[in-house]
């Protein structure tokens, strides 16, 4: 869906219930229920430790700009402040 306005995207990494979800634009101060995408981990993955994150803008169909990155351990942790 491409779009001029800012849109706010949360990627959970639950490394315990072994899935990743991500979901755009939430609205509740607490975690919403259901994620827009739901993926189980692959074990390959859930069993490699990181210590880095990094950030590539851009593609061959198109640009992307980030202007904040939040990590945090919880949804409150990177929720937008009003």
Known sequence: MPT???V???????F???FQALF???TTIDEPRHPHVQLKMRPD???????E???VCGSNS???????????L???DVRTRH
Do not use: C, Y
């Open 74 to 76: 919880t949804h409150t």
């Open 4 to 6: 001029q306005e800012p």
């Open 24 to 26: 755009i634009n939430p």
């Open 45 to 51: 993955f859930q069993e490699q430790e990181f210590n």
């Open 62 to 72: 198109g640009e992307w700009g980030f202007d904040e990155v939040r990590i945090g």
């Open 53 to 55: 994150v990094s950030v």
């Open 8 to 14: 706010w995207v949360v990627a959970k990494l639950d």
């Open 16 to 18: 315990d219930g072994r």
